[in-house]
């Protein structure tokens, strides 16, 4: 009894497993989950715009493709500031503005107007052209305050009075006669516009009225020289000092005369005792 009982329960579990593993076998398999999608990464400074062009970082290739800014473009080389803003081009998320004057903006100075200027000036005013951020021609017309320039930095002058003219933007420096319409837009892609201008920017700290040198101190006024004629009056005036020898010949005279005196009177008695006698 006790092996048949043994004999029925290993049957008993043996079907068990053959029905479990054929049941596993025709369940449908889980589907694979499908990955979620990466979220969309902001374009780092640098990389190809929507269209797949390189975006403008370089502000003399795009100047001289376009034409007629060979003074400008001269004067950004020399300065190195070309330099300067590739790189900013290249790792800034604000991007940059540049008023471009003309060829013909820089034949209409007067005369030796940038040969005045030392090193460090030149490179102001280059700078001065230069606005720290991207502006559209739109965002140019919204502005009612001056604008900091990239030879301002954050809070300092040279910056710029910018108003809406119209369907134009005009740009003062505050030097007389020194304010132009930005002309033609040159380049409109983040990070880089470009607006050309009829006139040099003058920098109002570099061209504006200049205050007065002051006077130099005057020189202290020569003593007054001692006359000589007054001492010559006060040396006739001056008695001349007596000497011991001087002081006993008075006092010698002083007593022959006193005893002079006194021989005359006795003589004048005698006379007239011996006249009294006679008669």
């Known amino acids: 009894m006790a092996s048949a ?27 694979k989950s499908k990955a979620a999608p990466a979220a969309p990464v902001a374009d780092a400074p640098g990389a190809a715009t929507a269209d797949g062009k390189p975006p403008p970082t370089d502000p003399i290739a795009i100047l001289k493709k376009a034409g007629g800014f060979n003074t400008f473009c001269d004067l950004l080389e020399q300065s190195r500031v070309d330099t300067q803003l590739k790189a900013q081009l290249t790792d800034s998320y604000n991007g940059l503005t540049i008023f471009a004057p003309t060829d013909a903006a820089f034949d209409a100075l007067k005369a030796g107007t940038l040969n005045g200027l ?36 954050h809070s300092g002058p040279y910056k710029y009075s910018i108003k809406p003219s119209g369907n134009n933007v005009n ?3 505050g030097v007389k006669g020194n304010n132009m319409l930005l002309n033609s837009v040159v380049s409109k892609d983040f990070p880089l516009s470009i607006y050309s201008v009829d006139k040099v920017p003058l920098p109002y700290e570099l061209f504006g009225p200049q205050p007065p040198t002051p006077a130099p101190a005057p ?3 020569p003593a007054p020289a001692k006359s000589k004629k007054k001492k010559k009056k006060a040396a006739d005036i001056a008695e001349e000092p007596t000497s011991d020898s001087d002081t006993t010949s008075d006092e010698t005279k002083n007593a022959a005369s006193s005893l002079t005196g ?11 005792a011996v006249l009294g006698g006679a008669f």
């Not at 700078?127 to 990239?150: A, E, H, W």
């Not at 006194?262 to 007239?272: E, H, K, P, Q, S």
Request: with cysteine.
């Open 171 to 173: 740009v003062s420096t």
């Open 262 to 272: 006194r021989w005359v009177a006795a003589l004048g008695v005698l006379a007239a």
């Open 118 to 153: 030392s090193n460090q000036d030149q490179i102001q005013m280059m700078l001065y052209c230069v606005l720290p951020r991207f502006y559209s021609l739109s965002m140019l017309g919204t502005i009612k305050d001056k604008v900091n320039t990239q030879a301002s930095g």
């Open 5 to 31: 009982s043994r004999i029925l329960l290993v049957a008993f579990l043996l079907a068990t497993a053959s029905t479990m593993a054929a049941a596993q076998k025709a369940a449908p398999a889980p589907a």
């Open 219 to 221: 020189a202290p006024a």
